[in-house]
């Protein structure tokens, strides 16, 4: 009944329908059904399963005469099939079936990306990136704009941390979106040196070829652009600290470098030359403003804000051009001089220490580079060693001194 090569009853311990079968054989069978649940009825009862793994399964089945060594020896327990057995005929009896597309082969192939796909893909990860080919020919924002947003994002974020734990912390948050502009402004001053450099480089290589003449034409209105986009960022970086004066009741100053406006060029740029004069006229008109210099001194200890604003103010009267220069102290008479300047719109010149560089020599450094500006005048208020020391070289230089110290006379 069973062909060679199939899995078999026997093979399992099963006795073939119609077999001759004793009786210890018989009741061994039944403690199997027992304990397997009847697992050859299920596997063998000759329905689709028991046909498929007749079928499908390939091991050999053991002989008739092989039958006997399944039976059970005296006293022992049942002899089971080997797991892999069982677990082989499941498998087989579940037949998986194929995937459609297997049997045929209509899919869509591989395809070599194409250079407008290469193109796109760029675009997408990157975006535009001016300056590669040409300059960017896209507009500023409009100044209500910039105004506008400005003014948005101060009054979000005072709003969202006034009354709250984080409120000690706002001011300094402030004081940082004016500086996220200022950095802006500086990185694209650092662009414009790069750019002038270019150009100088690109003057000494002309050989009179189109290429060269190119080359020179796209660095000289790069370089305008860089102008443009450094003007927008100053508008931004002053509205931004109205914005903080408006709200602390504090004027905003940089830590570091020099809080300077650069006025807009209304002439185009008609080459690399007339370029290049016209940004280094602009950042001397800004860095070294027009107009009679006012030096300033005071101590840390010295608030008579009352006698300096009086004092600042008549010498404005006489001079409302002036510009005045100080040592741009933390606090004391030097910080109520910068207030005031702030207050009467008076461009100043701020003279930092140099403390790593020249030490505790730092604040006489500072005094002499003060005096090389050749101020009309030094308003002299009490203070200590330093004030004395600006107040002796400005009388060797035959500069006027305003001397408010104690036991000093006016000059």
């Known amino acids: 009944m069973w062909a060679a090569g199939t899995l078999s009853p026997a093979s399992l311990g099963c006795p073939e329908v119609g077999e001759n079968r004793d009786p210890a054989f018989e009741r061994a069978i039944g403690q199997q059904t027992a304990r397997t649940g009847n697992v050859c009825g299920r596997l063998f009862s000759g329905g689709p399963a028991g046909l498929s793994i007749a079928k499908q399964n390939s091991?050999?089945?053991?002989?008739?005469?092989?039958?006997?060594?399944?039976?059970?020896?005296?006293?022992?327990?049942?002899?089971?099939?080997?797991?892999?057995?069982?677990?082989?005929?499941?498998r087989v009896a579940v037949k998986p079936t194929e995937h459609p597309m297997s049997e045929h082969d209509d899919h869509e192939p591989q395809h070599t990306a194409s250079p407008t796909d290469h193109f796109l893909t760029e675009l997408q990860l990157y975006g535009y990136r001016p300056?590669?080919?040409?300059p960017d020919p896209r507009p500023l924002p409009e100044g209500h704009h910039v105004a506008g947003a400005i003014a948005d994002i101060f009054d979000a974020l005072i709003v969202t941390l006034e009354d709250t734990r984080l409120e000690p912390d706002l001011s300094d948050l402030l004081w940082s979106i004016v500086?996220?502009?200022?950095?802006?402004?500086?990185?694209?001053?650092?662009?414009?040196?790069?750019?002038?450099?270019?150009?100088?480089?690109s003057q000494r290589e002309q050989d009179g070829s189109e290429v060269k003449s190119v080359e020179l034409e796209r660095l000289t209105a790069e370089g305008q652009t860089l102008?443009?986009?450094?003007?927008?960022?100053?508008?931004?970086?002053?509205?931004?600290?109205?914005?903080?004066?408006?709200?602390?009741?504090?004027?905003?100053?940089?830590?570091?470098?020099?809080?300077?406006n650069h006025k807009a060029m209304t002439s185009a740029m008609i080459d690399s030359r007339d370029f290049l004069n016209a940004k280094k006229r602009a950042a001397q008109e800004v860095l070294l403003p027009a107009g009679p210099k006012i030096a300033f001194t005071a101590g840390l200890d010295f608030n008579d804000h009352r006698l300096i604003w009086a004092k600042l103010d008549q010498v404005h009267a006489k001079h409302p051009d002036m510009v005045l220069m100080h040592g741009k102290s933390p606090k004391g008479g030097e910080k109520i001089a910068s207030r005031w300047a702030d207050h009467r719109k008076v461009p100043q010149?701020?003279?930092v220490p140099d403390w790593t560089k020249h030490a505790k020599a730092a604040p006489f450094k500072r005094n002499d580079a003060m005096l090389e500006v050749l101020p009309i005048g030094v308003i002299v208020f009490p203070g200590t060693?330093?004030?004395?020391?600006?107040?002796?070289?400005?009388?060797?230089?035959?500069?006027?001194?305003?001397d408010f110290r104690p036991k000093g006379g006016g000059a």
């Not at 300056?131 to 040409?134: Q, Y």
């Open 59 to 90: 091991r050999p089945s053991p002989s008739s005469a092989d039958a006997p060594a399944l039976r059970f020896a005296a006293g022992a327990g049942p002899a089971r099939p080997p797991a892999f057995v069982a677990m082989k005929a499941a």
């Open 131 to 134: 300056f590669d080919d040409e």
């Open 179 to 201: 500086n996220v502009f200022h950095r802006a402004t500086e990185r694209i001053e650092r662009e414009l040196d790069d750019n002038e450099q270019a150009q100088r480089r």
């Open 227 to 260: 102008i443009e986009r450094r003007n927008a960022f100053e508008l931004m970086r002053d509205q931004a600290a109205e914005q903080y004066e408006r709200h602390t009741r504090s004027s905003w100053k940089p830590r570091s470098g020099s809080m300077v």
């Open 349 to 351: 010149i701020g003279f």
């Open 385 to 402: 060693g330093i004030q004395d020391n600006l107040a002796d070289k400005a009388r060797k230089l035959g500069i006027p001194i305003f």
